[in-house]
Every structure is written in structure tokens, then in C-alpha cells.
């Protein structure tokens, strides 16, 4: 270890080094248990403990779910003292998200405490950070960005936290590192921000739609969790060097605009600030390398230990989670093995500055490192476009936009790997000295995210934005004794979450369509064009009871059962009598 190095560690009181970094390595290893065991309750358990909840605040006597009408007698999940105070603090939903996040700040808590302990405030201060940053490795969200971006926090504040290895000489290294801390810190700040803000609003609109008004202690409550974690990030920043300003005046400006864009209603705007996640993978990489090749020379332990325990965090989740996460975990898992390979690859003990031989070889690892990294990226984008499906033979729905499969979908997404590539392969061949060069490129692919982001966010958000009224006349129009079903998977989870009902079941084929239809006290939401496929399609329609466009299509509320009656028996072409009809009754 170098002698600087050495005057640091004594200077803050840390007379072990390597075993003051295995504290910090650990205590964010722990960190993200109690978000994964959370993440385990949501999956499992989620609807079954918040719908528990909320019929225990309304019906203290007892607890009757309901599910199309038809009771569900069952035990009660928790007592009813717990559930109210489950409820009413997180608004149902929400409320295992905030278990999470509260243990979430305990732990961080205990890690700085630990950590300021035994090897100083800034010591605690990283420790904090890291632990932070892992728990969003295994924060409790069914995407794979949360995981990608706590993956690239984890690897920044490592290098802030090492003095961006060492960034006084003006050296390479330290622009990677600074640049990647500075953007990755921002860009997790903003969407900390946002996920909180999300949360909360939710959960007040969810409480307000439902007449049932928070006691002040609850909203003071869930205001003070966003507050804190903005208090625990100030704290980490604010601490430090000179060399990481450009930490503190992104993580302000991003927090200015994104204020603006929510201040003028322009939701898609913040969403699209906030696409510049991106941004750290395409300088992690190359600043994890060179600041591996960097503590190789000085001989320093803590990268690999934190690469190795890195690796082992992630091997977890990517077990557990399946096919599905596999991709997210296996890509949050190359910095963590590019600084292994460059630990491996560098000469050690070589103090003297970086010459040819060893330019060739950080280049060499580079290009490694991107192919590998663009073939990961590669196989989860053409994972999450259903790529994997269509091989199998199988349908399922998109879990981003909640579409169905479809090569469309992977049409989209081929060109947004495409120019990630094409931006990594520029950088690659840029000459480390130049800058100025690579700022300009880090601009452009920025640019280039940002406009693919807003392709794949903006239908979402509009599709988001144009369900609430339909969805709020299909809660008007149906009763709670009447079944609600839904013609193929388009948008279950808004109609879910906006009509206030715990499972809305899905009807895949024309014959069951039909045949719920027959049956009075029955409501399809089913989409236009599909009517036409149907046959007797144009009769269905004549039993809409709503009409509205969801996302820009046509979506229709079918009703009516008794106006169905015998459709089945009609041959196709032909119409069923209607001597004795009447008009269906008005909602």
C-alpha cells in the first residue's frame, strides 16, 4: 500500500484498513436482506396481505375478501390493530414498499455508526452510501432498472469514496471516476426522488378516492421518509473532496429540474430526466478499469474484495429471481468483473505512470469488457422484447410497457441497443488523453437515451393518463356484486389499480367471452378491433355500456347478460330474435 494511502487511513483513525473495508463490504451485503425478503412478501403475499388490510380497516368485525362478488372467507393475515396501522400508513399497496424503505434507513443508519466507529465519519459516511446503494440492488420493484442503476451507484460511490482514485494528478482515471460518481450520485438522487414522490402521491390519491382521509401522524410519517433520505444524501455529499464538486452541482441541478418539470405538469419530462441512468454504464466500465489498474500498482485490497463481494451479492438474487432477473443481475455484475480482469491483467507495483504497454492493455480489456457488456445488454433488451418467447413458441406480456410480445417490440429495441453500442465503440476509440472528445460523446449518447426513453415511457405514461377516466366510469358502473373480466391482457394492472379491485380475471378465447357474457351481472372490458375478429362481433357491441380511448384505442365496457342469451346457438352470420328485449337498464 502506498504511503499516502497509509497517512489517510491513519489520519481517520483506521489502523486496519482491510478489515475496516470487509466491515463496510458486509454491512451492505446485510443491507439489502430486508429488501429482499420484502421483495419475496410482494411477490408471494402482496395481494393477499394489503387486500387483508384494507377489509380489516373497513369491516373491523371481520375480514371478508371479495373477488368478483363471490366471499372469500379466510384468516385474517394480521391482527386488526396491525393492519389498520398497515394501511393507513402506507395506503395498502404502498405499505410493504414502506416496511422496506424504513428498515432500509435503519440499516444505513447502523452501517454509518458502525463504520464512523472504527475508521472515522467519512469512513461511515462511504459506508452509508454503500449500504444505500446495495439496497437498491435488491430494491423490492418488479423492473430490472432499479437493479442496473443501484449495481452502477454501488461501483461510483466506491470510487468517490477512494478519492476518485486519486484525481490531484489530472490523470485519466480521475475524469473517468469523477465523472461516472458525479453522474451515477445525480441520477440516483432524481430517482430516489421520483420513486418516493410516486409512492406518496399514489398513496394519497388511493386514501382520497376512497373517502378515507390520513390522520396527521401518518402524513407527517410518510413525508418524512423522502425528507430523510434526502437528509442521509446531503450528508454523503456534502462531505466531499474537491475533487467530487461536480457531484454536488449535478445532484442540485438535476434535483432543480426535475422540481420544474413536476411544477409545470409535465410528468414524461421528469420521467425523461431521469432516463440518464444510462449514463453511468457507459463510464463505470472504463472507470472501474482504470481505477483497478490504478490500486494494482499501489497495491491496495479494497477493489477486488469489494468486486468479489460484489459478485457474491449478486449471485443471490440472479438465483433466486429466474429467468427474469437473470439478465438485470448478470449485467449489474460486469463492472464488478471488469475490475477483477483489470486486478488480474495489470502488472503490480508498478508506481510509474501509464506507458504503452499498459495503455494496450487497459484498451484491450475494454474492448473485452464492452463486447461482453454489449452481449449482455443484448440478450436482456431482446429478453424484455419477447425475444425469448417467440423462440419457445410462447405469448406472454411485456412486465414494462404490458403489451403482449411482438417482433414490433423487438424492432424498437434493436436500434437502442444499436446506437449503445455504437456510442461505447466511439469512446473505446477515442485516445484517453482527449477529453474534451469524450465529454462531447457522453453528450450525445445522453441525447440519443433521452429520445429512446421518451419512446418507450411516453405511450405508457399516456396509456396511464387516459385509463383513469375510463376505468373511473367502469368503477361507477359496476356494483361489488357484479364479475368484471378482461378480454386478453391489455393494461390489467391499471384497471386493477384504478378500478380499486384486488384481481380482475382475464379471458383468453372467443368461446369464454361469450360465455360469461350470457350470464346477467356480468361486465367484459375487451378492445374494439378485437369485436371485429369475433364472430357476432357487431352484437357484442350493441352491448357496450362505456366507451373510451385508453392509449389511443377504443376500449369498450360489454354488459347486458340477458341480451346474450342463446348467442352461442347462433350460427354465424345470422342474429339471435329479439321479440321481448328490453333496454338494458341505466348505471
Known amino acids: 500500500m502506498s504511503e499516502e494511502l497509509r497517512m489517510q487511513n491513519d489520519a481517520c483513525g483506521c489502523g486496519h484498513p482491510r478489515l475496516s473495508a470487509a466491515l463496510v463490504l458486509l454491512l451492505a451485503l446485510a443491507a439489502g436482506l430486508p429488501s429482499l425478503w420484502t421483495r419475496d412478501l410482494l411477490v408471494s403475499d402482496e395481494v393477499r396481505l394489503t387486500e387483508g388490510a384494507r377489509q380489516l380497516v373497513q369491516a373491523p368485525g371481520g375480514w371478508l375478501a371479495r373477488v368478483n362478488g363471490q366471499a372469500v372467507v379466510t384468516e385474517a393475515p394480521l391482527p386488526y390493530w396491525a393492519a389498520s396501522l398497515l394501511w393507513r400508513a402506507g395506503a ?9 424503505v424504513l ?14 466507529r472504527a475508521g472515522g465519519v467519512a469512513r461511515g459516511r462511504l459506508a452509508g452510501a454503500v449500504a444505500l446503494t446495495t439496497m437498491a440492488v435488491f430494491w423490492p420493484m418488479r423492473q430490472g432498472g432499479a437493479q442496473l442503476l443501484g ?14 482514485a486519486d484525481s490531484r494528478d489530472g490523470g485519466s482515471a480521475g475524469w473517468w471516476a469523477a465523472c461516472g460518481s458525479a453522474a451515477a450520485l445525480g441520477v440516483f ?9 410516486a409512492a406518496l402521491v399514489l398513496g394519497l390519491y388511493v386514501l382520497v378516492a376512497r373517502k378515507r382521509l390520513p390522520s396527521p401522524v401518518s ?33 442540485t441541478r438535476d434535483l432543480a429540474g426535475l422540481r420544474a418539470s413536476l411544477r409545470e405538469g409535465d410528468l414524461h419530462r421528469a420521467v425523461l430526466s431521469t432516463a440518464g441512468a444510462f449514463l453511468p454504464w457507459i463510464v463505470i466500465v472504463p472507470g472501474a478499469f482504470v481505477a483497478a489498474v ?3 500498482r499501489s497495491d491496495d485490497g479494497d477493489l477486488p474484495l469489494f468486486a468479489a463481494v460484489w459478485l457474491a451479492a449478486l449471485a443471490v438474487p440472479a438465483v433466486l429471481g429466474g429467468r427474469e432477473g437473470a439478465p438485470d443481475y448478470a449485467a449489474a455484475a460486469v463492472p464488478a468483473l471488469a475490475i477483477l480482469c483489470a486486478w488480474v491483467l495489470a502488472p503490480c507495483g508498478d508506481p510509474a505512470p501509464v506507458g504503452t504497454a499498459q495503455r494496450r492493455l487497459v484498451r484491450s480489456a475494454l474492448v473485452l469488457s464492452a463486447v461482453f457488456m454489449g452481449g449482455i445488454l443484448l440478450l436482456g433488451f431482446f429478453h424484455l422484447a419477447g425475444g425469448t418467447y417467440l423462440i419457445l413458441g410462447q405469448r406472454y406480456v411485456c412486465p414494462v410497457t404490458d403489451q403482449p410480445y411482438s417482433p414490433y417490440a423487438l424492432a424498437l429495441v434493436l436500434p437502442f441497443v444499436a446506437g449503445c453500442l455504437a456510442v461505447i465503440a466511439a469512446i473505446l476509440r477515442t485516445p484517453i488523453e482527449r477529453r474534451a472528445r469524450q465529454a462531447w460523446l457522453m453528450v450525445a449518447a445522453v441525447f440519443f437515451l433521452g429520445i429512446a426513453a421518451d419512446l418507450f415511457l411516453t405511450p405508457v405514461m399516456d396509456a396511464y393518463r387516459s385509463a383513469r377516466p375510463f376505468a373511473e366510469k367502469v368503477a361507477q358502473s359496476v356494483g361489488p356484486d357484479d364479475r368484471l373480466f378482461l378480454y386478453r391482457k391489455d393494461y390489467d394492472g391499471l384497471y386493477n389499480l384504478l378500478t380499486g379491485r384486488s384481481e380482475i380475471p382475464v379471458i383468453e378465447t372467443e368461446s ?15 378492445e374494439g378491433k378485437r369485436l371485429k375478429r369475433i364472430r357476432g362481433g357487431e352484437r357484442l357491441r350493441e352491448s357496450a ?6 392509449g389511443g384505442r377504443r376500449m369498450l365496457l360489454l354488459g347486458s347478460g340477458w341480451l346474450m342469451q342463446g348467442l352461442a346457438s347462433v350460427p354465424a352470420g345470422s342474429a339471435p330474435q329479439r321479440e321481448g328485449q328490453r333496454e338494458p337498464p341505466e348505471r
Open 512 to 526: 369464454r367471452l361469450v360465455e360469461a357474457l350470457t350470464h346477467p351481472g356480468t361486465f367484459v372490458i375487451v
Open 103 to 116: 428498515a432500509g434507513v435503519a440499516v444505513v443508519l447502523v452501517c454509518f455508526g458502525a463504520a464512523a
Open 219 to 251: 402524513l407527517l410519517a410518510g413525508l418524512a421518509v423522502p425528507a430523510g433520505a434526502v437528509i442521509l444524501w446531503h450528508a454523503a455529499v456534502a462531505g466531499a473532496p474537491a475533487a467530487d464538486g461536480l457531484a454536488w452541482r449535478l445532484l
Open 294 to 296: 490504478r490500486a494494482r
Open 92 to 100: 395498502g399497496a404502498a405499505s410493504a414498499r414502506l416496511l422496506s
Open 151 to 164: 449495481a452502477l451507484l454501488l461501483t461510483a460511490c466506491l470510487l468517490a469514496g477512494r478519492r476518485a
Open 545 to 550: 355500456v362505456i366507451e373510451g380511448l385508453v
Open 189 to 197: 438522487a432524481v430517482g430516489l426522488s421520483v420513486l418516493l414522490l
